[in-house]
């Protein structure tokens, strides 16, 4: 009887040493690895009474699986291996810790009579996943992370960085907090953040730190591009104004805005455009300056203080002479390096000279221009333009008209006697008239000669035919230009003998 209660009693310790389920791991933290991958650290009280642990991660759009449940990822055959690195791709998922906050646990397993036994999973632990925004319209950064679960955290420590292989710490969090925000920050800078949870030492596990992924922004301020350049405003056929930029920088622009004169809006330019360009159908021969204002994405404006405008040629009309004059312009954010003046002469412009970028204003006779150019003599209008010249870019002015007034050649001497019949006659040359009319006195107002045919000369002689005494005649023209408009010339001819 003895005997068999010994055998029953030892037939019972075995069966419920045999059913006796392996201990729990402890899940000591996991973490994210600069590669992106997740690493799972974990312990155990009692190694030799296990064969090996099994990785369980919560699954995310896998196949085969629930979504949001914890599953089978790993199995690792080594009692003495207490970390586990995840770059599994079970249910044709992977983990991503810089999508996600990842979440394991560890259960530990052994083998008996062909079938495995699993320990109660450990607690569960998430890595912590990091959001990093700039807060374009406030200037602000903002950092939200999610709560590192079921450890006893010391802190949360920040880094950040314009360089993501050397952070700096900025700040430390208490671990009831799970955002950040600062403006001190410098503006237009690409900053990278991470977040360091402190873990204080539990169920044998030594003080540890779970990092999160890493996330980054650029704190973008509007940028007024200094860079905006102007390559011309230009006069297109002498009835349109065409203005043309470039703008090299433009975020955080909403739009670009032309403005005319400051104020009267010409048109709106997306701000991601680089090349502004805008024909402005208006009178070329008025002074316009051109002008961009800025609309950031948080609807703030802001204006280019530098502004554009047209060249615009005039003239000052001083009978046989003149004045042209220009206003001063910008070419590429530059003076011309020279302009050139232009007269048209039968519907083709010809170059008459060439001034320095920085001269605006020019002194010509009508001379000067009947002398180099072969008009037709019944041309009624001189045109003339300039053209501002820098590297290869042209910017012409608008196109002014001078009426021409005639163009005389008057000797201030003759003398009857010459053996040169052109010296013998007071012989007036004239281009451009309608109409010709001289008259020549003596010094007492007597008329001595008269004519209406410019090839009838006067020949220092009175009508019944005497050679006039030597001295100072005064001769009077009047004549009608191609126009018609109707001009008098006074003056004194000498006749010497």
């Not at 699986?65 to 690792?76: E, Q």
């Not at 402005?280 to 051109?290: C, G, I, S």
Request: hydrophobic share 35%; glycine share 4%; net charge negative.
């Amino acid at each position: 009887m003895k005997k068999f209660i010994l055998i029953f009693f030892i037939v019972l310790v075995s069966q419920i040493l045999i059913s006796q389920e392996p201990i729990s791991p402890n899940l000591c933290y996991v973490t994210v690895n600069e590669d992106s991958t997740c690493h799972v650290f974990w312990n155990h009280p009692d190694t030799a009474s296990i064969q090996g642990f099994i990785i369980k991660r919560v699954i995310f759009d896998g196949t085969g699986v629930v979504n949001g449940t914890l599953n089978n990822v790993a199995v690792i055959y080594d009692n003495s291996i207490t970390s586990f690195i995840d770059t599994t791709y079970e249910y044709f998922t992977n983990s991503n810790p810089y999508l996600r906050s990842e979440q394991y646990a560890v259960s530990a397993f052994l083998s008996r009579n062909d079938s495995i036994i699993l320990s109660n999973m450990s607690f569960p632990q998430k890595t912590i996943f990091l959001t990093a925004e700039w807060d374009f319209c406030n200037q602000i950064a903002n950092l939200n992370w999610t709560k590192y679960i079921n450890k006893d955290i010391q802190k949360y420590n920040i880094f950040y960085g314009t360089n993501q292989n050397n952070l700096q710490l900025l700040t430390e969090i208490s671990p009831n907090d799970t955002s950040y925000s600062t403006e001190n920050l410098l503006k237009n800078t690409q900053y990278y953040f991470k977040i360091e949870a402190v873990i204080n030492e539990t169920n044998s596990c030594e003080p540890a730190i779970s990092v999160s992924n890493f996330d980054d922004f650029f704190t973008g301020a509007t940028v007024i591009p200094d860079t905006l350049q102007n390559i011309y405003v230009t006069t297109i056929d002498n009835s349109n104004i065409e203005v043309l930029f470039y703008c090299s920088e433009n975020f955080g622009i909403e739009k670009l805005v032309l403005q005319r004169d400051n104020d009267e809006l010409l048109y709106e330019f997306s701000g991601q455009q680089k090349y502004l360009k805008y024909n402005d159908l208006t009178d070329a021969n008025l002074l316009y300056y051109y002008s961009i204002k800025i609309v950031d994405i948080c609807g703030l404006e802001s204006f280019i203080p530098q502004s554009y405008n047209n060249l615009v040629l005039d003239v000052i009309d001083e009978n046989k002479n003149f004045y042209l004059t220009w206003n001063n312009i910008l070419i590429n954010n530059n003076a011309p390096e020279f302009y050139e003046i232009e007269v048209n002469n039968n519907g083709n412009w010809e170059l008459i000279k060439t001034v320095q970028g920085l001269t605006n204003n020019d002194h010509f006779s009508y001379n000067d221009i009947y002398n180099n150019i072969n008009y037709n003599s019944d041309l009624q209008f001189i045109s003339f333009r300039i053209i501002g010249k820098y590297d290869t870019t042209f910017v012409f002015s608008n196109i002014i008209q001078l009426p021409v007034v005639g163009l005389f050649s008057i000797p201030n001497a003759f003398n009857p006697y010459s053996s040169n019949t052109e010296n013998s006659y007071f012989t007036i040359k004239c281009e451009f008239v309608n109409s010709y009319y001289l008259e020549v006195y003596t010094e007492t107002g007597s008329i001595i000669f008269k004519s209406d045919d410019i090839n009838y000369c006067w020949s220092g002689r009175y009508s019944n035919g005497q050679v006039v005494q030597r001295g100072s005649y005064i001769y009077s023209i009047t004549y009608e230009d191609n126009s018609g408009n109707k001009h008098k010339i006074n003056g004194i001819i000498n006749v010497v003998y």
